[in-house]
């Protein structure tokens, strides 16, 4: 039987599932609806569904590194009491590997690719693992990087996972060094490598703003410029990675020692688990009442 586009919407309206679960249900059952949601239910995809209006804002950063490619990923999952579950940690770990050997282009390819070659998408393994976990759980970013036998990776993961850092220092095989410069991503939070990496719009307004608080504090104008330049200084250094004072060396910064190392740094990566989602704000008993309204 061929399956429509139709069908599919309606087994997605009926049951939540993804787009391409719905359409392998209806595939296996030969466009059979009722057996469509059996088979979904069967394979928990269906109750994984139920729980997609979640908001999964804990989880885990984790590096993986296999000889010059690397990885460093994000999963989400609604309490930290699942980070610590032995299927969890498993399935985090499968994840890192698909994606180190199959390298996809971005999240939305990366979810439909089989997993294990068994025929399931990474979507399917998730929900899956959802259905088993009781959690919404997401992949929600990644990112993959590549250097030669004369560099070297830099990972490192903070606290549990709450923190991940990945960077490729060139001209360097050192892997303790940039496996220092990466906790030190992780800890000062640089936004760019460079001074020179900073976007012109935002120096302008930076100069903006500094220009104007010194005229406020009644500085003369013509001392002004000179006052902005000296703590644009200190905002090169407060977002640029190169332009910061080591972190566990404060004397030193950070471009000395890159430099000293005959290296450069051209980009990096940092994960901080669940930046940028809302939380939702509920206290136990609110959450009791909630439950006993459904």
Known sequence: MKI????????????????????????ETDGDMEKAIDFLREKGIS??????????????????VD?????????????????????????????????????PANLEEALQQPLHGDGDTIETYINKAVATIG????????????KTDADAFGAYIHLNGSIGALVVLEGT????????????????????????????DLIAREREVLTQQALNEGKPEKIVEKMVEGRLGKFFEDISLLEQS?????????????????ASIH??????????IEKREENFAEEVRSQMKN
Do not use: W
């Open 47 to 64: 109750s994984a569904a139920k729980k997609a209006d979640r908001i999964a804002a804990e989880g885990t950063a984790y590096t993986l």
């Open 246 to 262: 080591f972190v566990k060396d404060p004397d030193v910064k950070v471009k000395k020692l890159v430099a000293d190392k005959g």
């Open 4 to 27: 429509t586009a139709a069908m599919v919407k309606e087994l997605r309206e009926k049951t939540g599932a993804g787009m391409m679960d719905c359409k392998k249900a209806l595939q």
């Open 173 to 200: 095989t050192d892997e303790a060094f940039a496996k220092d410069i990466a906790m030190h991503i992780a800890a000062v939070n640089p936004q760019f490598v460079s001074r020179d990496d900073v976007d012109a």
């Open 67 to 103: 000889g010059n490619t690397a990885v460093l990923l994000e999963i989400n999952c609604e309490t930290d009491f699942v980070t610590k579950n032995d299927q969890f940690k498993a399935l985090v770990h499968d994840l890192a590997e698909h994606l180190l050997s199959q390298k």
């Open 267 to 276: 980009a990096f990566t940092r994960y901080q688990v669940g930046e940028g």
């Open 135 to 146: 959690e919404k759980i997401t992949l929600r970013r990644f990112v993959i990087a590549d």
